[in-house]
């Protein structure tokens, strides 16, 4: 199964037979996301998200993937707290879709609806909303878990073109950070590329107009924007004294999980009724 996991445990396909008397509790608390440095984030988040998180690039020469930091270690979310709520004003729409997330078939041509069962809302003495009725027809509220999902995977399609865009014109380059504990242990976080201000000012009138016209160039700049929010976020962290690293140069990254390779084209199978 290719899936997006990084917090999901037990992920099995939504079907009216597994789950005709399953109700899901969602709102009450994001303990699930509090040892995940990074998610993903769409083009169409870049706005809100670039208002309070740091934006980096991270994946291969083959994938890449745009990212919100939310943490400066590989198991720390900052943005979590210790009674699971969310600290951020935004959540980003990774975090949201939890505990649902859709998976490619063997073939690879059709998306299919999971639910990660471990999830701590997932239960069977109706607390919540109901996946299917009494007759084992989707209930509305199923129906809007497929659309949010359908259309996030449309939105990650366009970011997937942006961020092609990005690489084949060469502006992504690979940057390393370095932040000081209390302890005087100096870390090293690497594996994440950011957009190269000179660059972007050399490019072509034509590319850059072609940048424009798909509002590309305004979520480049958006991303720029968003490194000085690195400064902000260690401020959460009590064990941060120090940052090497200023303006396009953040003081810390994400590592690029293995779940970042999303996004293949493929047609939604709705969930078995």
């Known amino acids: 199964m290719t899936a997006q996991l990084l917090f999901y445990q037990d992920v099995h396909p939504v079907s009216a037979d597994r789950h005709k008397d399953v109700s899901i509790k969602t709102g009450t608390s994001y303990k699930f996301a509090k040892e995940v440095n990074s998610v993903p984030v769409t083009a169409i988040e870049f706005a809100q998200a670039a208002a309070e998180y740091p934006i980096v690039f991270a994946g291969t020469d083959d994938t890449v993937t745009p990212a919100v930091v939310l943490g400066a270690q590989q198991t720390q979310n900052l943005f979590v707290g210790d009674d699971g709520a969310w600290l951020g004003k935004y959540v980003p729409a990774f975090v949201r879709r939890y505990p649902f997330v859709f998976s490619t078939d063997r073939s690879g041509k059709t998306f ?26 989707q209930t509305q509220y199923l129906k809007s878990v497929l659309g949010f999902l359908q259309d996030y995977q449309a939105r990650h399609q366009r970011t997937r073109q942006f961020c092609e865009r990005l690489k084949s014109l060469g502006l992504l380059q690979p940057m390393q950070a370095q932040f000081n504990l209390n302890s005087g242990e100096r870390r090293s976080l690497s594996g994440f590329m950011t957009v190269n201000r000179e660059k972007l000012k050399a490019l072509a009138s034509e590319d850059l107009q072609a940048m424009f016209t798909n509002d590309e160039l305004e979520c480049t700049y958006l991303h720029l924007h968003s490194l000085r929010h690195f400064s902000s976020m260690l401020e959460r962290m009590p064990e941060a004294v120090d940052a090497a690293g200023k303006g396009d140069a953040p003081p810390a990254v994400p590592k690029q999980p293995k779940s970042y390779r999303n996004g293949q084209d493929a047609p939604v199978e709705e969930a078995s009724a």
């Open 112 to 137: 299919i609806l999971h639910i990660d069962e471990s999830f701590d809302g997932f239960n069977r003495e109706g607390r919540g909303e109901r996946l299917f009725d009494s007759e084992g027809q």
